[in-house]
Structures are given as C-alpha cells and as structure tokens.
C-alpha cells in the first residue's frame, strides 16, 4: 500500500502562485510515476502533469509553461510549482502514484491522495 498527502492548496489571486506538495509513504520503491489531476466543480478529474522516475514530464496543454512538475531524489515527494494561475484552475488537486511490482505479469497499483483545494479569485 501507498499512501499520499497532499499540501500546500490555499486562495490566491488571479496571477499569482502556489506550490503543491505530495509525500507517499508506504511500499514506495516500486513507485513508477507521480502525478497531479485537478477535479472542478461539475467537470471530469483531469491530468495537470506528472513525472517518471526518469524525469521525463507531461503537462496539460492548459498549464504549460505555468506549471512545473518535480520530484525529489529519494522519489516519494512530487512538487507542483503553478505560476500565473488563472481562475479556470480552480480545483481539488488530486496527487496519484502509480507503482509497478516486477513480476510475470508485473501488477500495476494506482493511488490517490485526499486532494487538496484551489481557489482563484479574479
């Protein structure tokens, strides 16, 4: 089991910044990916960005060059650093893990966090 909180969800203006963190904790060695996905009020959970063990990042072509994804060397935190936010990024951040337990067939486990609130105001 992986278990994930989240932090650093707060009210801001309408162009300013907020950093999300994102600490697991549990069977944390065959953590794969990390990840945000924000859920508005009446819309569908949609990935923000999330980033490989390897480093390698996605984005939402809506938070691009705004948002940055990070994760620290041990790998059991994920940062997301959002700049220039915007009142349509308004959401619960939700952080997910994803591990991948070697074997044959190898077994993939998705986890999520509580989530943590977004608020923007124009």
């Known amino acids: 089991q992986v278990q994930l909180v989240e932090s650093g969800g707060g009210l801001v203006q309408a162009g300013g910044s907020l950093r999300l963190s994102c600490v697991a904790s549990?069977?944390?060695?065959?953590?794969?990916?990390m990840g945000w996905y924000r859920q508005a009020q009446g819309k569908q959970r949609e990935l923000v960005a999330d980033?490989?063990?390897?480093?390698?990042?996605h984005y939402a072509d809506s938070v691009k060059g705004r948002f940055t994804i990070s994760r620290d060397n041990a790998g059991n935190t994920v940062y997301l650093q959002m700049n220039s936010l915007k009142p349509e990024d308004a959401a619960v951040y939700y952080c997910?893990?994803?591990?991948?337990?070697?074997?044959?067939?190898?077994?993939?486990?998705?986890?999520w966090g509580q989530g943590t609130q977004v608020t923007v105001s124009s």
């Open positions: 997910k893990a994803i591990r991948v337990v070697p074997g044959i067939p190898q077994t993939i486990y998705g986890y």
């Open positions: 549990g069977s944390i060695l065959d953590i794969n990916t």
């Open positions: 980033i490989t063990t390897g480093g390698i990042t």
